[in-house]
């Protein structure tokens, strides 16, 4: 009888072996390809953006003197709040709303205009407002080629937006949380001009990056 047991036991634990093997397996498949759809989807979506001026060069006008200096004056208030719609180009078969990089992280990917589970496999998504409106949120998964570097950012931090005018928004790092999954009004009504999420391992709450705009 015990060793019958014995021999179940044995069976049951080669069976979990196997089958952690085959999760980090298809993991690790699924990764790749949200790296090469993101891939894809971003040089395409560089055709449809005018030349604007590298990172390097605005990282550079970002940490400038003149530009510290600016960053404390007063902004002109409009004369009418009329609320403007995120441009968008269809590269393939996705609508794009432009580019995120992150340059500490060496990262640079295509933004989705809609979230959907599906869409979060290719690439990271807007999931709330907009950069016209100051209260733009973005998704993705926490794969190492999308988000999954996001806990590593620090304050002042710099990130950058580009729209597919060409237009660049040029964010620093504020604050790092950790939000309960089911916390949506705290992660839309934050005060924040940006933020990133993308979930822990497991998936039960949030890894949140609020940034203010800049520039």
Avoid at 19 to 47: C, M, P, T
Wanted: include cysteine; proline fraction near 5%.
């Amino acid at each position: 009888m015990r060793k019958g047991f014995g021999v179940c036991c044995i069976i049951l634990g080669v069976f979990c072996l196997f089958a952690s093997l085959g999760f980090i397996l298809y993991n690790h498949h699924e990764e790749e390809i949200a790296q090469i759809a993101s891939k894809d989807i971003l040089q395409d979506v560089r055709v449809n953006i005018p030349d604007t001026p590298n990172d390097e060069t605005i990282l550079e006008e970002s940490t400038s003197e003149e530009f510290v200096r600016e960053e404390h004056v007063e902004p002109i208030e409009p004369i009418d709040d009329i609320p403007q719609e995120m441009l968008t180009a269809k590269v393939d078969g996705y609508d794009c709303i432009g580019i995120l990089s992150i340059p500490v992280l060496e990262l640079e990917l295509p933004i989705l205009t809609d979230w959907s589970y599906q869409k979060l496999k290719i690439a990271p998504c807007h999931y709330y407002g907009s950069y016209y409106e100051e209260n733009f949120v973005i998704a993705a998964h926490n794969n190492k080629y999308h988000f999954g570097r996001l806990s590593e950012l620090q304050a002042n931090d710099l990130i950058l937006f580009t729209d597919i005018s060409g237009t660049v928004y040029c964010y620093k790092v504020v604050l790092l949380e950790t939000l309960p999954g089911n916390a949506t009004e705290e992660m839309i009504s934050s005060g924040f001009d940006l933020s990133l999420y993308t979930c822990t391992p497991g998936g039960s709450n949030r890894v949140t990056v609020r940034c203010d705009l800049i520039q």
